[in-house]
T-cell receptor, first 116, second 112 residues
Framework: NAGVTQTPKFRVLKTGQSMTLLCAQD?????MYWYRQDPGMGLRLIHY???????AKGEVPDGYNVSRLKKQNFLLGLESAAPSQTSVYFC???????????????FGSGTRLTVV | GENVEQHPSTLSVQEGDSAVIKCTYS??????FPWYKQELGKRPQLIID?????GEKKDQRIAVTLNKTAKHFSLHITETQPEDSAVYFC???????????FGQGTILTVHP
């Protein structure tokens, strides 16, 4: 039981290049999220998904796209990387019980992305 | 949407002292308030959480209190140890597909 796995762990991109970050969870969680973490700004939601085939925008979605073709995977894409996208990216998953109680996130180990 | 403010941004204490971190939230509909600990270079880990129908919850040296009327909640760590040194994040939300909004984080340093 690996929990939430993110790949890659580190990446350096040149401005204008594209890349995809992969998040995989083996807990059968319905909800998945992508956050970015910047110094002094905490964790900010980029996009999220409430189930297979669904995605929605979060607080800071510009410059990113996502897909959730399979329940266990949530992909974050950068089509044309910019230096402002230099950050640490965390994926998380969670679930809600049949009684409607939400349980806290399980986070992946993060991806440190530098755009030069 | 939800807005979460966290204070202080840095906190320095001596080993054995208590530490308190406070968060305020804006959306009265939020019903779930977790706290995460993040060590340097690691992922955030859930350490304690509280729901809106509870005023206080305790787990060994860690406790969380919630004041729904004032829309604020606090993390209390007693008998601090050097291994408590980390960044602590509060979160609020839970009503919309489990989405959480996080505070800006508090860097806690416990000096031996």
């Amino acid at each position: 039981n690996a929990g939430v796995t993110q790949t890659p762990k580190f990446r350096v991109l040149k401005t204008g290049q594209s890349m995809t970050l992969l998040c995989a969870q083996d807990m059968n969680h319905e909800y998945m999220y992508w956050y970015r973490q910047d110094p002094g700004m905490g964790l900010r939601l980029i996009h999220y998904s409430v189930g297979e085939g669904t995605t929605a925008k979060g607080e800071v979605p510009d410059g990113y796209n996502v897909s959730r073709l399979k329940k266990q995977n949530f992909l974050l894409g950068l089509e044309s990387a910019a230096p402002s996208q230099t950050s640490v990216y965390f994926c998380a998953s969670s679930f809600t019980t049949s009684g409607g109680e939400n349980y806290g996130y399980t986070f992946g180990s993060g991806t440190r992305l530098t755009v030069v | 949407g939800e807005n979460v403010e966290q204070h202080p941004s840095t906190l320095s204490v001596q080993e054995g002292d208590s530490a308190v971190i406070k968060c305020t939230y804006s959306d009265s509909a939020s019903n779930y308030f977790p706290w995460y600990k993040q060590e340097l270079g690691k992922r955030p880990q859930l350490i304690i959480d509280i729901r809106s129908n509870v005023g206080e919850k305790k787990d060994q040296r860690i406790a969380v209190t919630l004041n729904k009327t004032a829309k604020h909640f606090s993390l209390h760590i007693t008998e601090t140890q050097p291994e408590d040194s980390a960044v602590y994040f509060c979160g609020a939300g839970g009503t919309s597909y489990g989405k959480l909004t996080f505070g800006q984080g508090t860097i806690l340093t416990v000096h031996p």
